[in-house]
């Protein structure tokens, strides 16, 4: 039974940077591809980005291009999203998702419990 | 970008009763890379449907999906109370960049 555990919650102030991890255990890793969800409070989902491992190749929404960085570690399971410049419009849970390997369909199955990330002076 | 757009934003409705939540793309999208998840309040989403209507492990037959091009719809023959939530369509696949829709809540009336 395949499950993400993502780092813990973050505070930072504006501007700084944040980096949250995704480890995944119990499935294979790199044949999926991995999704990073945002949503602020009260909000709907927002989709940032996603990386293939096996391809190391990484696509982002188009809000986010600037200011976004999705990597992964093969040799431990784990993806890592990292958003910069960080405003407090940044506020929210930080998902990540397993999603489909390269030509499959079968959506995001598998969801992280979530990183809060606060952003306040 | 794909935009997807659902409505009815808010749908009261009783338990035993039939939903249905439509989900429009301002593109023509394959088949084959629409989702539907549920959220409740304080969890991650859950995958229902994929590939517009085939259901995720575990996913009861009340919940079924179906449509193609740009409308989308998701149907809950019978509510039953764990159904209460907000349910977000998701395009994948289609294009490079992902996106959902804005969600549709399902209340108790």
């Known amino acids: 039974q395949v499950q993400l555990v993502q780092s813990g919650a973050e505070v930072k102030k504006p501007g700084a940077s944040v980096k949250v991890s995704c480890k995944a255990s119990g499935d294979t890793f790199s044949s999926y591809s991995f999704s990073w969800v945002r949503q602020a409070p009260g909000q709907g989902l927002e989709w940032m980005g996603r990386?293939?491992?096996?391809?190391?190749?990484?696509n982002y929404a188009q809000k986010f291009q600037d200011r976004v960085t999705i990597t992964a570690d093969k040799s431990t399971g784990t993806a890592y999203m990292e958003l910069s410049s960080l405003r407090s419009e940044d506020t929210a849970v930080y998902y990540c998702a397993r999603g489909p390997p390269p030509q499959g369909y079968s959506g995001m199955d598998v969801w992280g419990q979530g990183t809060m990330v606060t952003v306040s002076s | 970008e794909i935009v997807l757009t659902q409505s009815p934003g808010t749908l009261s409705l009783s338990p035993g009763e039939r939903a249905t939540l439509s989900c429009r793309a301002s593109h023509s999208l394959r088949s084959r890379y629409l989702a539907w998840y549920q959220q409740k309040p304080g969890q991650a989403p859950r995958l229902l449907i994929y590939g517009t209507s085939s259901r995720a492990t575990g996913i009861p037959d009340r919940f079924s999906g179906s449509g193609s091009g740009t409308d989308f719809t998701l149907t809950i023959s019978r509510l039953e109370p764990e159904d209460f939530a907000v349910y977000y369509c998701q395009q994948y696949g289609t294009s490079p960049t992902w996106t959902f829709g804005q969600g549709t809540k399902v209340e108790i009336k």
């Open positions: 990386i293939i491992p096996i391809l190391t190749l990484a």
